[in-house]
């Protein structure tokens, strides 16, 4: 609008021809700017402008405009422009409540965004603001909870002060490709959920799964592989959409750069070669075993003289991940019978179709890290793994001998029936 005041000194004058070739490119601007008493040049760019503007990308509203403003909004566009100008996407918020009320004048209980920057940070206020509701819900602003944001924020400083404080180490070990796969992916999930404006999922992903992530790494490992600096300063970039002022603080003053943060970019695709599926899935499949050992032994209260387990067959693994589709889908079982049924060899059609139910309900209740593993086609040999790793297992129980059978192996001594109970990610235990 300040061009147009610039250039058109008598806005009677802008009749239906300027606005025609302004927003739709229609006429000749030749022949309209001399019937305005304006260069050509201004009028082509005029239009450069608007072509700049539009199609609006994102239109962000409250809730109490889509009943009105917002359908007005929507069939303006449609009247108006062509297709290709019409908006690409609308955002619609609920309210900002503060302690779980409404902010009005007579409750006495406003907080102006500026006061509120004044009383926790700016860095704080924007996460709490992006990160306490999910898009279109209501968000109930609360004091304990920006507190406890700008004590996670002044963690992170501290986490990633102890990172670069370890001694760096060339060669990953096996570990480090854990560890620098799950940071990545986390990254990366966070990078779409934000183009397909969850922001709230991308910052927990962002401002939390990461960084406790990073806290775990430390307490395991006594040095840092030397990539993973470089993977944590794509994290610091990510992080600079919520936290621009503490990112830009950790870029200088802890990873030492020079540039502005918040001008930074990473190549996505460079970042993929870390991900590593199976890997991580063999590392959270041994915790589990692990932990489900040590609850065992804890009931036991002795120590073990031998732990038997057994694994169900890989290829029940096919099984779960396509019962894991069905109900994300919420398809529930019928899919998975017809994909399934009378292709185990278990003898009788009732036999598979128990088997098969069990791996349904099975399914539904593996955690997300497992469920979401398995989604993304990471595959395991769970036998292999386990035979891999009967050492640490026997640090970890106390066993002195620990036996490994597949279930489905005939030749296999079953005891107490604990060969049935194999399932797959969850294998069958026996202690003695």
């Known amino acids: 609008s300040h061009k147009l005041r610039e250039i058109v000194k008598d806005p009677s004058m802008l009749g239906k021809s300027f606005w025609d070739y302004v927003m ?7 022949s309209i700017a001399r019937n305005l008493g304006i260069s050509r040049a201004d009028l082509e760019d005029l ?17 109490d405009l889509a009943n009105n403003h917002l359908l007005f909004f929507i069939m303006n566009h449609v009247a108006v422009f062509p297709r290709d100008l019409w908006p690409r996407a609308m955002l619609i918020h609920g309210w900002v409540l503060r302690e779980g009320r409404k902010m009005s004048k007579s ?8 006061r509120a920057v004044d009383l926790y940070g700016s860095d704080s206020v924007r996460i709490a603001l992006s990160t306490l509701s999910e898009e279109g819900q209501d968000l109930d602003f609360r004091h304990e909870a920006a507190v406890s944001i700008a004590e996670n924020i002044r963690r992170i400083y501290e986490l990633l002060e102890k990172l670069v404080k370890m001694p760096v180490r060339e060669d990953p070990s096996e570990l480090d490709k854990v560890y620098a796969s799950r940071i990545v992916r986390s990254i990366l999930r966070a990078d779409d959920a934000l183009e397909k404006l969850r922001v709230r999922e991308a910052g927990i992903g962002i401002i939390y799964d990461v960084a406790n992530t990073i806290a775990e790494y430390i307490r395991r490992s006594d040095s840092v592989w030397k990539e993973i600096l470089g993977i944590v300063r794509a994290w610091v970039i990510m992080l600079s959409i919520y936290a621009p002022h503490a990112a830009e603080e950790i870029w200088h003053s802890v990873l030492g750069e020079k540039s502005l943060v918040v001008r930074e970019s990473f190549d996505r695709e460079d970042l993929r070669r870390y991900i590593d599926r199976d890997l991580e899935l063999k590392h959270i499949y041994l915790r589990s075993l692990s932990e489900d050992l040590t ?3 804890s009931i036991l209260r002795k120590k073990p003289s031998r732990v038997v387990i057994y694994t169900a067959p890989q290829s029940e693994i096919e099984i779960l991940r396509k019962s894991l589709e069905a109900q994300r889908k919420g398809e529930g079982i019928r899919p998975v019978m017809e994909a399934y049924l009378g292709k185990l060899g278990l003898g009788s059609r009732d036999e598979e179709a128990l088997r098969i139910k069990r791996i349904f309900d ?8 497992l469920a979401s593993m398995i989604l993304e086609g990471a595959v395991i040999d769970e ?3 386990i035979r891999s790793s009967l050492e640490t297992l026997r640090e970890a129980t106390g066993a002195s001998v620990i036996e490994v059978y597949g279930s489905w192996d005939p030749s296999a001594p079953d005891y107490r029936g604990k060969k049935k109970e194999a399932m797959p990610l969850r294998p069958g ?4």
């Open 383 to 385: 036998i292999v793994v």
């Open 24 to 30: 739709l490119g229609k006429g000749d601007p030749g």
């Open 107 to 114: 409750l006495r209980n406003i907080l102006p965004v500026s």
């Open 295 to 297: 609850e065992i032994i």
């Open 47 to 63: 239009r450069k402008d608007f072509l700049y503007w539009y199609p609006l990308d994102l239109r962000v509203a409250g809730k």
């Open 362 to 369: 099975h399914a539904s209740s593996l955690s997300e890290e």
């Open 429 to 432: 235990i026996y202690v003695e």
